[in-house]
């Protein structure tokens, strides 16, 4: 007989509410904005795996990504400086790869992480057929030249790392990607610039992306440059998305002290009339909710999971058998008919009794999920990759 879990939301939800009213009307800055210039930037390159056991490249039958590839390679120059012929000719990517599928084109991409990196430092890298192999299991890739994500001119491009080693596959299933450890060198320094003339741009992260957000952001950063700083009106919304700062002249060399002032020590005020908004990132298994996002009555199931969501108990009320199923729809319904006000189930209180019992985040946003294509929930559900 099937176990079910009955998840009841009466304590906790009172206790969320009191701290949601005492805290969540205020964060800071740093929580609703990141600094533009500090993202992940990708480097990438073409090169050859060899050491495959048959499950390689036929060259024979090549299609069009694949020749492709053979051209970036060639432009390159790296295959003729690797391999030469008896004569001391170059030779060809085709050549190299022969056609006892020993061998495969693979595209290789490394990502430096928005703090940047140092000539020298050791990375991941991610290996892709771009041929028509069958398995890239045990093979290794050789010394592979890595630039940067614009396109350039072939005598204009740096090499801005280098890639090589065994790739490991990091699932069967997945025969044509890998990894491999540590395998790329960087080549050149990786410092991402933030200040722009003078200026520090906030980007409003995607949960609180609006224009009244925006200027609630400015208004709290210029407030907080005058009465603590002495700095003047310093900041200004240019739309939904960004905030532009600019640095008092005595920053200038310590910029990083600028910012990190403002991030840590600046109070926004959310605006209560922003929708409240559900955002989730499912392949991270990640899930942001606003305070405000709340659950109309109704009953959920999953797996071994059965949530009753009915309204909060009022104070003085008695939850007399917590286990007694009600009919909460009909139950909501007649209290509007006698007039009464209609209290909601706020949806993080729903996370907070599961995350209580461990359920799994990839459990919670099937239920989020189940609960939007009922119609239960009230607030803008958000999905980001």
């Not at 795996?49 to 069009?64: F, H, I």
């Not at 790296?78 to 050549?95: A, D, I, K, M, Y």
Request: aromatic fraction near 6%.
């Amino acid at each position: 007989m099937k176990n079910h879990l009955l998840v009841t939301i009466t304590l906790l939800t009172v206790l969320l509410l009191y701290i949601s009213e005492t805290f969540a009307a205020r964060m800071y800055l740093e929580n609703v904005v990141r600094v533009k210039g500090q993202e992940a930037t990708t480097i990438y390159g073409y090169g050859i795996v060899t050491g495959l056991n048959g499950t390689g490249d036929d060259p024979r039958t090549y299609g069009m990504a694949a020749r492709a590839i053979m051209r970036e390679l060639e432009l390159s120059g790296l295959p003729r400086s690797l391999e030469t012929s008896r004569t001391g000719r170059p030779v060809s990517v085709e050549q190299q790869l022969g056609t006892a599928r020993n061998s495969a084109l693979v595209k290789v991409m490394v990502t430096i992480p928005a703090t940047g990196g140092r000539d020298g430092d050791m990375l991941d890298c991610v290996i892709t057929s771009g041929g028509n192999a069958k398995s890239l299991q045990n093979g290794v890739l050789s010394q592979t030249i890595l630039r940067g994500p614009l396109p350039e001119a072939p005598e204009l491009v740096k090499a801005l790392g280098l890639a090589w080693g065994k790739v490991s596959l990091e699932n069967e299933k997945a025969q044509l990607a890998g990894k491999i450890k540590n395998g790329c060198r960087l080549t050149a320094d990786f410092i991402h610039p933030y200040v722009n003339e003078g200026n520090v741009t906030f980007v409003l992260k995607e949960e609180y992306a609006n224009f009244r957000m925006a200027s609630a952001v400015a208004v709290a950063i210029n407030s907080f440059a005058n009465e603590e700083a002495g700095m003047g009106n310093i900041a200004k919304a240019i739309n939904q998305h960004f905030v532009v700062v600019k640095m008092p002249p005595h920053y200038f060399s310590n910029p990083s002290s600028f910012v990190t002032e403002l991030l840590q020590n600046v109070e926004v005020t959310l605006q209560r009339s922003l929708p409240a908004r559900v955002v989730i990132n499912e392949r991270a298994g990640i899930i942001t909710i606003d305070e405000g996002v709340e659950m109309k009555p109704c009953v959920i199931t999953h797996k071994n999971i059965t949530a009753e969501i009915r309204p909060p108990l009022q104070p003085g009320e008695i939850e007399i058998n917590p286990n007694q199923f009600i009919d909460v729809d009909t139950e909501t319904k007649y209290a509007q008919f006698l007039g009464q006000p209609i209290i909601n189930q706020k949806l993080k209180a729903l996370q907070a009794s599961l995350d209580a019992v461990r359920i799994p985040p990839a459990d919670i946003i099937q239920i989020i999920n189940n609960l939007e294509r009922q119609g239960a929930i009230i607030g803008e559900v958000i999905r980001v990759e």
